[in-house]
């Protein structure tokens, strides 16, 4: 007769072992969905664990990249919200004429100078920035030049009139009517040889020369000149011409005033 063996019960090593081979050999050790974060090891999982664009905005925390997880360069306009960027975010001084669109940039786009730290100023300008072409005609003033800063060198030669030097003058026939002048001249014939002369603006602290001379081509004689302050008139000069005798006598003259 064969004597029967009495089987013995498993133990727990044993089960354990017996699971890790049904493991291993491709068994099903977890239903889906049973593993949560308190099973994964914290920081176990890697970039290439996760499949490329799986990851989404809803699925990151509130403020949770920042600009040192961002690689430089990297954002571009696609990635910013319209009107996401304002002045506060752009550093002074920092844009220049490249980075503005010709035309995008209005009066409007600017804060007025009535708001605190409103309008442009220089630190807001990078430095040659602005060039003829921002400039319009006859936009800049003389407020806003500073006192000094223009020399010959920004001078077109000969681009400056009379007027803008302080220098008048006057070419006056001898019957007292005016040939030629710097404009604005009237003139008085008083009497034989003595005239007055209004260059219709204040001239009493300028210096006066007289000479004898006719507008054109002429004779030019000479006579004895005079020339001083108008009594009376502060806007004209009081002339008088004379012969070599000293007689009173008419006659043409070119007279130059420098204020």
């Keep these: 007769m064969f004597a029967l063996r009495r089987l013995r019960k498993p133990t727990h090593g044993t089960v354990v072992a017996y699971l890790a081979l049904f493991v291993a050999l491709g068994g099903t050790a977890y239903a889906a969905n049973t593993i949560g974060s308190a099973d994964i090891i914290d920081e176990s999982i890697l970039s290439a664990d996760i499949k490329d664009g799986e990851v989404k905005g809803s699925e990151l925390k509130k403020n949770a990249v920042n600009s040192a997880k961002l690689e430089d360069g990297s954002v571009a306009t696609i990635d910013l919200a319209p009107d996401a960027v304002d002045g506060a975010h752009v550093l002074d001084g920092s844009l220049t004429g490249a980075d503005v669109s010709d035309g995008t940039l209005g009066s409007s786009d600017i804060m007025d100078d009535t708001f605190p730290g409103g309008g442009l100023g220089a630190s807001d300008i990078a430095t040659n920035a602005i060039g003829q072409p921002e400039i319009a005609t006859d936009g800049v003033g003389a407020t806003e030049i500073a006192d000094d800063s223009i020399d010959a060198g920004e001078i077109v030669d000969f681009g400056l009139s009379n007027q803008d030097v302080g220098v008048l003058f006057a070419q006056i026939n001898l019957d007292g009517t005016v040939a030629n002048s710097s404009g604005g001249v009237t003139t008085v014939k008083i009497g034989a040889g003595v005239y007055e002369v209004d260059f219709g603006r204040t001239i009493s602290s300028c210096a006066f020369v007289a000479t004898q001379g006719e507008a054109g081509a002429g004779g030019a004689g000479g ?21 070599n005798a000293n007689a009173l006598s008419d006659h043409a003259f070119q007279l130059v005033v420098v204020c």
């Design 223 to 243: 006579a004895i000149m005079g020339v001083t302050d108008r009594a009376g008139n502060s806007e004209a000069v009081f002339v008088t011409t004379r012969t």
